[in-house]
């Protein structure tokens, strides 16, 4: 389904992959895309296994980006079931292995969360903000991390 060999792998290693064709499966199609609010294809979503959307990817990317969503998918899962731990570090992992996509400042920003939600510690919004003035310093969540440096 997938002609990238990473993307295969990831998937096989860490998903349990649904797949819904408009066509050839409308009726499942039609249950699942009424279930999630999906009306549009491609709509790649991360459940967990209670059944709970926990990311949501619409349209085709690029390989790269796909990827660095697919993990960023996996570190809101962790952190949707209250792992902050393993969240932190699932979306440090997607910062470091994916500083150029779209997917890094949101990692960043929630990486700074999960912290917080591990340790109770304001430090850690204080620092994901100071981190943020040395990168992604133009995007959305930059912006959103802005009131944690502020004293």
């Known amino acids: 389904?997938?002609?990238?060999?990473?993307?295969v792998r990831l998937i096989d290693e860490r998903f349990v992959p649904v797949r819904a064709h408009v066509r050839e499966q409308a009726d499942l199609f039609k249950k699942l895309g009424a279930r999630y609010s999906a009306?549009?294809?491609?709509?790649?979503?991360?459940?967990?296994?209670?059944?709970?959307?926990?990311?949501r990817i619409e349209g085709f990317?690029?390989?790269?980006?796909?990827?660095?969503?697919?993990?960023?998918?996996?570190?809101?899962?962790?952190f949707g079931r209250g792992?902050?731990?393993?969240a932190t570090r699932e979306f440090g992992a997607v910062v470091d292995a994916?500083?150029?996509?779209?997917?890094?400042?949101?990692a960043l920003y929630w990486m700074g969360v999960s912290r917080y939600k591990?340790?109770?510690d304001a430090t850690a919004l204080a620092d994901t903000a100071?981190?943020?003035?040395?990168?992604?310093?133009?995007?959305?969540w930059a912006k959103k991390a802005s009131v944690w440096g502020k004293s």
């Open 118 to 120: 591990a340790t109770n």
């Open 1 to 7: 389904m997938y002609p990238d060999a990473r993307v």
């Open 130 to 140: 100071g981190a943020f003035r040395d990168r992604y310093q133009e995007s959305t």
């Open 61 to 78: 990317l690029p390989t790269d980006d796909f990827v660095a969503q697919l993990d960023l998918g996996l570190a809101h899962s962790s």
């Open 98 to 106: 994916h500083p150029g996509t779209d997917a890094a400042p949101e």
């Open 39 to 55: 009306n549009w294809t491609p709509t790649t979503l991360v459940v967990d296994p209670q059944g709970e959307e926990r990311h």
């Open 83 to 86: 792992e902050f731990a393993e």
